[in-house]
């Protein structure tokens, strides 16, 4: 009865993995060699929050897609095995000269996803009480 308990009833050949419980969301990495790149990161999502900033700025419709289009560049670098600094150095700089204040978004969200959407939150908030002061 190796690998088998009574309790749960689970039967496991040796060197097998029994897990139990929620892994949803969970990475699981078993074995020998194992390498875990950033793949398994879902960056589509930050990159929504980015974008939405991006949306709620005062820039012109062209710079907003110049920066979008950066962003989607930085998306794709960070999704190679090794992402190239280099590269993703001119990206940001290029986007900072354009809207700084996307930068800091995007440095947030990308740390710290719940930060960068407290930060577009905090920059909306302003926006509205700079907005309701001017009228």
Same mark, same amino acid.
């Given at each position: 009865m190796a690998g088998k308990t009574k309790k749960d009833g689970l039967s496991a050949g040796n060197g097998s993995v029994v897990i139990g419980g929620n892994v949803e969301r969970s990475n699981v990495v078993v074995g020998n060699n194992n390498v875990v790149s950033n793949k398994s990161i879902q960056l589509a999502a930050y990159f929504e929050i980015i974008v939405q900033a991006v949306?709620?700025?005062?820039?012109? =419709?062209?710079?907003?897609?110049?920066v979008k289009a950066e962003l989607q560049e930085i998306q794709t670098a960070l999704e190679a095995p090794t =992402?190239?600094?280099?590269?993703?150095?001119?990206?940001?700089?290029?986007?900072?000269r354009m809207a700084p204040d996307i930068v800091d978004v995007a440095f947030e969200t990308l740390k710290n996803p719940i930060g960068g959407v407290a930060e577009v939150i905090k920059r909306v908030a302003k926006k509205m009480t700079e907005d309701a002061n001017a009228g």
């Amino acid at each position: 009865m190796a690998g088998k308990t009574k309790k749960d009833g689970l039967s496991a050949g040796n060197g097998s993995v029994v897990i139990g419980g929620n892994v949803e969301r969970s990475n699981v990495v078993v074995g020998n060699n194992n390498v875990v790149s950033n793949k398994s990161i879902q960056l589509a999502a930050y990159f929504e929050i980015i974008v939405q900033a991006v949306e709620n700025t005062q820039l012109a =419709p062209a710079d907003k897609l110049d920066v979008k289009a950066e962003l989607q560049e930085i998306q794709t670098a960070l999704e190679a095995p090794t =992402p190239d600094e280099t590269f993703l150095a001119r990206r940001f700089r290029n986007i900072k000269r354009m809207a700084p204040d996307i930068v800091d978004v995007a440095f947030e969200t990308l740390k710290n996803p719940i930060g960068g959407v407290a930060e577009v939150i905090k920059r909306v908030a302003k926006k509205m009480t700079e907005d309701a002061n001017a009228g």
